[in-house]
């Protein structure tokens, strides 16, 4: 049987799993090519060679020739080498004196670069190149798909490029739209945006420069990360002041919900997991959950529900709700344990718990891939306080471990989770708790219930073995992706 000729697309994106994570985008741009091939697409992906990736791929992949170049891009040179790595095909932009830094990926010490406008559009002007121009090698995509701020303006170089149609049609996603790429005005011409489209119909914002903006207006079609997140983006309160633009967009507006890379993410196969487990055969979580106990030095005998939270300390995260809540669970004989990173303030919040419940709830600062796996094996429930949350992966990671989700009732995670109401619970389709408003109370609420369910051996296996069984994998949400890159390019005869 011979295979049928895949389309070409390239997608942009400052993260991608395995090579350069801070959150979940880096999962999705890494997971989503591996899915679409079998929806009839191949996709390549543009990120920054940021220190360590190319050492990285050099040693468990392929380091191709240059495909790319521009000898003055933003400074100095920029090179995209052609890449292969962990069943991705890759471009990589290797560029120094933007991404070869001491620091994050964005930052440092909790401060963003100073150049990170220059740094990102660097990206999204490769990204818009080559899209539009090819590579070397003779390739050419199909169609450029860009993700979040820091490839919003590879769609706008394309549509500033002229013709019509444009020369490459583009999709832009939103995977949060409180992170905004703004920047002075003044820098318009540096950032190689044409004089007349720094107004407010196009990349001007509040006297600004936005580069998500500049995407959202510029793409043939945006989407985000869930439909309920979609849905509340045209609302004040979620959309953070770009819900006018949104509302400009419907037409060409949709959530596509996140999936999860069942081949990254697979308890029985999983090489961070001490003690595999799958659906048929669950004895292993019991194991891997007294070595969670001990790996945070926690009580042994824990009896109720061990809670785990993997998550960035911020704001949306509502990590701090857990201060005002987190007694009940212990009350109920349970535990808690937390990983996380970022801001200072949401760190002492998890001190502060930890001396309040010692021997009960343990915390990990820091950034810990294998950690969360660990945690995700070894845990009985899957806390996500979240105030806002696009799509949410850990909720995902939880079903997939029997890990049962208890998450605020927003954005993906409503999309995502059944709530085991009696209804849910009597038919056999729940597979988490959800609570409402996002506020201490009804987070107590929610552990309360999370704890009778768990105390009710029976309905916790059902409620656990239907989580596994929920369909997380990426299959479904790449074909919807397929479809509507299908739309801009159609398929040939
Ligand atoms: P966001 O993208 O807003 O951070 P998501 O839930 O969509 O939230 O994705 C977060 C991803 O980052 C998940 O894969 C989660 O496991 C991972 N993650 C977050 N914080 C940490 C951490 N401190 N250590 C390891 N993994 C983390």
Redesign the pocket.
């Known amino acids: 049987m011979t295979r049928p000729v895949r389309r070409q697309s390239l997608s942009v994106a400052s993260e991608c799993a395995p090579l350069a994570?801070s959150?979940?985008?880096a999962?999705v741009v890494g997971a989503l090519p591996k899915y679409l091939d079998d929806a009839g697409w191949h996709q390549r992906v543009l990120l920054p060679a940021y220190p360590g990736v190319l050492d990285a791929v050099a040693g468990g992949g392929q380091v191709g020739d240059v495909v790319w170049e521009d000898p003055w891009l933003f400074g100095g040179r920029g090179r995209v080498r052609a890449a292969t790595y962990a069943g991705l095909d890759l471009l990589l932009l290797d560029a120094p004196h933007l991404f070869d830094r001491f620091g994050g990926l964005y930052g440092v010490n909790g401060r963003d670069y100073g150049d990170n406008d220059s740094r990102f559009a660097a990206l999204s002007w490769a990204a818009a190149m080559i899209a539009m121009n090819g590579t070397s090698e003779g390739w050419r995509p199909d169609l450029l798909h860009a993700h979040d701020w820091q490839a919003g303006l590879a769609p706008a170089y394309v549509k500033f490029a002229g013709g019509s149609p444009p020369p490459v049609p583009t999709v832009m996603t939103i995977?949060?739209i409180a992170f905004q790429g703004v920047f002075g005005l003044d820098q318009g011409g540096w950032l190689r945006i044409p004089l007349h489209e720094l107004n407010h119909a196009s990349v001007e914002y509040n006297g600004l420069i936005s580069t998500l903006k500049a995407g959202l207006v510029h793409a043939d079609k945006v989407t985000t990360v869930s439909p309920t997140y979609a849905r509340e983006l045209t609302d004040p309160q979620f959309g953070f002041g770009l819900e006018g633009v949104i509302a400009s967009r419907a037409a060409d507006f949709s959530g596509i919900v996140n999936g999860v890379d069942t081949q990254v993410w697979d308890p029985a196969a999983d090489p961070a997991v001490g003690t595999p487990f799958s659906a048929t055969s669950m004895a292993g979580k019991a194991a891997d959950r007294a070595a969670l106990l001990a790996e945070f030095g926690l009580d042994a005998d824990i009896e109720g529900p061990l809670a785990v939270v993997?998550?960035?300390l911020t704001w949306?995260k509502g990590v701090d709700l857990l201060l005002d809540a987190a007694h009940v669970l212990i009350e109920r004989g349970g535990a808690l344990v937390v990983?996380?990173?970022g801001d200072r303030e949401y760190e002492d919040y998890l001190h502060e718990l930890m001396w309040r419940h010692l021997g009960r709830v343990g915390i990990y600062i820091?950034?810990?891939?294998p950690?969360?796996h660990r945690m995700f094996a070894g845990g009985d429930v899957t806390l996500v306080p979240s105030r806002f949350e696009p799509?949410?992966?850990?909720q995902l990671?939880g079903l997939r471990y029997g890990t049962v989700p208890v998450v605020a009732s927003t954005g993906g995670l409503a999309d995502t989770v059944v709530h085991a109401s009696p209804e849910a619970l009597a038919d056999g389709t729940a597979t988490g708790v959800q609570f409402f408003p996002n506020n201490g109370d009804s987070l107590k609420w929610a552990l309360g219930h999370t704890a009778d369910l768990f105390a009710d051996r029976p309905v916790w296996e059902k409620l656990r073995a239907t989580a596994m069984a929920s369909p997380v994998d990426w299959s479904g949400s790449a074909r919807q992706y397929a479809a509507l890159y299908d739309s801009l390019v159609p398929a040939a005869g």
């Open positions: 994570k959150g979940g985008l999962d995977h949060n993997v998550t960035r949306q990983l996380g990173a820091g950034y810990n891939e950690l969360s799509c949410g992966l850990t990671y």
